[in-house]
């Protein structure tokens, strides 16, 4: 595989191409097909390159202490934590119907598997690719068995150091992975001096391997085409319909609108990079005649006679020779006779 590169459902993430749009449903289905089909059409409808969901096997995820906690959260959905967790999560059958429904509508389905039993509920699926979330950034463990499936991997770097970045891309690099690195502020939402998009810079020059994404918490949609412009071939956003609906993290989703004029704008950034070769387009041309300048005399004058500075003044429309050419007349004897203005052309001296 060439180097910072990613191939994922047939689509291929490399630094010449179009933004990779995931859109981040989560647990924003609250737990309900119908809301997560809605979801992911809705999704659809606004560009998105794939939907993602989250999985965890709570009973072995969490201590029985934090799971049997009380949740009295105005976001639970249920008396306890583990509950509240349970009643979010959709089970083999409905992960299937989710998937199909996604197919049937072409975007990429996957999503994050939070512990090893959930890498192996997705690798049953058979899903395209691997969200590893930010929490698993130290988890080597997961990291490595979820290498061991042969999937592109996604790994997001909230909360971490540089260097439990680069402990996870060895492991990565020795497996021989496939994977992108996220830049990612595990804030819900991060202020905005919290971004530091800049790591996403410092990522390319660090790595040579992986693709680098963007996975942005934050409330609005600049940061992504800020990103993009950085050099992040993947972004992703929590999504949903309604940011009013309840669970934590409605209020910081992307609603439909908002997904579609990021992908817009990002559609547009990918075209407008370019190469980074400076050149004049044909667009261009009758602006620049219009606006740019050209070398004419300001006076009648005779053949024989010596032209200086004074004779030589610079006006548009700039359909002739350009004012850096003024050194070539200088000093220079008018081969023939010239009428006020004229456009200077160098035959005119000798």
Not at 167 to 187: F, H, K, N, S, W
Request: aromatic share 8%; with cysteine; net charge negative.
């Amino acid at each position: 595989m060439q180097k910072r590169t990613l191939e994922i459902a047939g689509i291929t993430v490399s630094d010449s191409s179009k933004c990779f749009v995931i859109a981040e449903i989560g647990h924003n289905h609250q737990g309900k097909l119908a809301l997560a089909k809605e979801m992911i059409k809705a999704a659809v409808e606004s560009g998105a390159t794939a939907v993602k969901l989250q999985k965890r096997d709570n009973k072995t995820l969490f201590t029985q202490d934090y799971y049997n906690q009380i949740y009295n959260s105005e976001n639970s959905f249920g008396a306890t934590y583990g509950e509240h967790r349970e009643n979010l999560e959709f089970n083999h059958d409905q992960y299937v119907e989710l998937q199909k429904y996604s197919a049937d509508l072409g975007v990429i389905f996957f999503a994050t598997a939070f512990d090893v039993e959930s890498a192996d509920f997705l690798d049953e699926l058979n899903v395209p690719a691997y969200k590893i979330a930010s929490g698993d950034l130290k988890n080597i463990p997961l990291i490595r068995h979820l290498a061991g499936k042969r999937r592109p991997m996604i790994l997001s770097t909230g909360g971490g150091t540089i260097e439990d970045v680069d402990r996870a891309v060895t492991e990565l690099d020795g497996l021989g992975a496939e994977y992108c690195i996220m830049q990612c502020t595990a804030g819900y939402p991060p202020a905005w001096d919290e971004l530091n998009l800049r790591v996403i810079s410092e990522f390319r020059n660090r790595y040579d391997n992986p693709v680098i994404g963007f996975s942005s918490h934050d409330n609005g949609i600049a940061m992504a085409s800020a990103a993009y412009a950085l050099g992040a071939r993947m972004i992703e956003k929590h999504f949903t319909t309604n940011r009013t609906l309840k669970g934590t993290d409605h209020a910081f989703s992307l609603e439909p609108q908002g997904l579609r004029k990021m992908v817009r704008d990002l559609d547009r950034l990918h075209v407008a990079m370019g190469d980074g070769q400076k050149r004049q387009f044909d667009s261009e041309k009758d602006p620049l005649r219009k606006m740019g300048k050209k070398l004419v005399i300001t006076r009648s004058m005779k053949a024989g006679e010596v032209l200086t500075e004074s004779d030589i003044a610079f006006k548009s429309p700039g359909d002739g020779l350009a004012p850096y050419m003024i050194n070539n007349f200088v000093g220079k004897q008018l081969t023939k006779d010239l009428v006020q203005e004229h456009s200077l052309a160098l035959g005119d001296v000798q």
